[in-house]
């Protein structure tokens, strides 16, 4: 199921809209850009790591 059924498969596009609301502009994330280095292997699983935070934050949210 979507995310050990905590939603429904039609509720994914807005879970993901939230986080990316939640992430921009933000400075949680590691710099990810065609303009700076190459990221390394952990600045990506960081990334994931609080992506997955702040999409259950929106789950949370959506929940409430």
């Known amino acids: ?6 939603i429904g498969f039609t509720q994914m ?3 993901v809209g939230r986080t990316l609301d939640m992430l921009s502009g933000g400075n949680d ?3 990810l850009g065609p ?7 952990e600045d ?4 994931d790591r609080v992506a ?4 259950a934050e929106a789950i949370g949210h959506m929940k409430g």
């Open 44 to 47: 990506v699983l960081e990334a």
């Open 52 to 55: 997955r935070r702040r999409a």
């Open 13 to 15: 596009a807005e879970v």
């Open 35 to 41: 303009n700076l280095v190459t990221p390394m292997l």
């Open 1 to 6: 199921g979507c995310l050990d059924r905590r």
């Open 29 to 31: 994330l590691p710099h």
